[in-house]
């Protein structure tokens, strides 16, 4: 999925070219204003599908791969570039359902509790909201999260990889229904299809020999600040609902209400203006809702833009 992507779609596709010239690269940009579309044109290999308006990056990807008959599916962010070939990953996902390999950064480090965490429990994402795991990285709640305890060079079973380099079965990805396009425009939604595809007893395995550069951030950088936050809120709200038990989604809820007033401190601070209330007070309005209802369904099918 490419979302003004011009800086980097050539290098992807190129890399993606010379590495695993057998796979077929399909394009589904969602209404590019920049020159990302005559990037892809200008390489003739590729299928390119365009959307007149963004529809959000589960419902492109569901695109993408309901115009692909392969029967082993990569999922590749724009600025991730193949440093290998994946062979490896078509065999795990042959064996297990699933497979990732392991992003770094352009320095070739490995990008650390990004490229395998766990799935998120209520209390890794309520040390999120409030900012704890950014002041104080080594927390024991955080350290189990993003995989701190693990060795980024051995092979084996992971709970969540990055879904900016994943691969999946076509069956698996049939029998899950694809991505959630509740989990609108962004985030969660690789997490999602995760912790199902683990709840139906599918493994995913991590093979480190596959590596590919990531940028990081490409995409949601380009979203205004004010909305990464909201879309960030919504689809977490979206997630504890879904897949948390009541109290532990009850008190998903209450974290997202609770950090939002420092959250919108610092950012009126840092902005110098009260632009950011009317942002946290949607999401203070929202988690509320979803709070103090007797169901989950004002979370999971609602969309806040």
């Given at each position: 999925?490419?979302?003004?992507?011009?800086?980097?779609?050539?290098?992807?596709?190129?890399?993606?070219?010379?590495?695993?010239?057998?796979?077929?690269?399909?394009?589904?940009?969602?209404a590019s204003s920049?020159?990302?579309?005559?990037?892809?044109?200008?390489?003739?290999?590729?299928?390119?599908?365009?959307?007149?308006?963004?529809?959000?990056?589960?419902?492109?990807?569901?695109?993408?791969?309901?115009?692909?008959?392969?029967?082993?599916?990569?999922?590749?962010?724009?600025?991730?570039?193949?440093?290998?070939?994946?062979?490896?990953?078509?065999?795990?996902?042959?064996?297990?359902?699933?497979?990732?390999?392991?992003?770094?950064?352009?320095?070739?480090?490995?990008?650390?509790?990004?490229?395998?965490?766990?799935?998120?429990?209520?209390?890794?994402?309520?040390?999120?909201?409030?900012?704890?795991?950014?002041?104080?990285?080594?927390?024991?709640?955080?350290?189990?999260?993003?995989?701190?305890?693990?060795?980024?060079?051995?092979?084996?079973?992971?709970?969540?990889?990055?879904?900016?380099?994943?691969?999946?079965?076509?069956?698996?990805?049939?029998?899950?229904?694809?991505?959630?396009?509740?989990?609108?425009?962004?985030?969660?939604?690789?997490?999602?299809?995760?912790?199902?595809?683990?709840?139906?007893?599918?493994?995913?395995?991590?093979?480190?020999?596959?590596?590919a550069t990531h940028?990081?951030?490409?995409?949601?950088?380009?979203?205004?600040?004010?909305?990464?936050?909201?879309?960030?809120?919504?689809?977490?709200?979206?997630?504890?609902?879904?897949?948390?038990?009541?109290?532990?989604?009850?008190?998903?809820?209450?974290?997202?209400?609770?950090?939002?007033?420092?959250?919108?401190?610092?950012?009126?601070?840092?902005?110098?203006?009260?632009?950011?209330?009317?942002?946290?007070?949607?999401?203070?309005?929202?988690?509320?809702?979803?709070?103090?209802?007797?169901?989950?369904?004002?979370?999971?099918?609602?969309?806040?833009?």
């Amino acid at each position: 999925m490419t979302f003004n992507s011009e800086a980097v779609i050539g290098p992807c596709l190129d890399a993606l070219n010379k590495m695993a010239p057998h796979v077929k690269p399909i394009v589904v940009d969602n209404a590019s204003s920049d020159r990302t579309l005559e990037r892809v044109r200008e390489r003739a290999h590729v299928e390119l599908i365009t959307n007149p308006d963004n529809r959000g990056f589960a419902a492109a990807v569901n695109q993408g791969i309901s115009a692909c008959d392969a029967d082993f599916l990569l999922l590749l962010n724009p600025d991730a570039y193949l440093l290998t070939g994946v062979d490896s990953l078509i065999e795990a996902s042959q064996q297990y359902g699933l497979a990732a390999g392991k992003l770094v950064d352009l320095n070739g480090e490995p990008q650390a509790g990004f490229t395998i965490r766990r799935l998120p429990t209520p209390a890794a994402l309520i040390f999120e909201l409030f900012g704890i795991n950014r002041f104080w990285p080594s927390n024991p709640v955080n350290r189990r999260y993003r995989y701190e305890d693990r060795d980024l060079n051995q092979k084996g079973p992971v709970e969540q990889p990055a879904g900016a380099f994943l691969m999946t079965r076509r069956d698996v990805w049939a029998t899950l229904h694809g991505f959630d396009e509740s989990f609108h425009p962004v985030w969660f939604e690789d997490v999602d299809f995760c912790k199902r595809a683990l709840d139906l007893k599918y493994r995913i395995e991590y093979v480190p020999t596959v590596q590919a550069t990531h940028q990081g951030a490409h995409s949601v950088g380009k979203i205004p600040e004010g909305c990464r936050a909201l879309y960030w809120c919504v689809s977490l709200t979206k997630y504890a609902a879904k897949h948390f038990h009541s109290a532990g989604y009850r008190a998903v809820c209450l974290a997202v209400v609770l950090s939002s007033f420092p959250r919108m401190v610092a950012r009126m601070i840092q902005d110098r203006s009260l632009q950011s209330v009317a942002t946290y007070r949607k999401i203070v309005r929202f988690a509320g809702l979803c709070l103090f209802s007797f169901g989950r369904s004002a979370a999971r099918g609602s969309r806040i833009s």
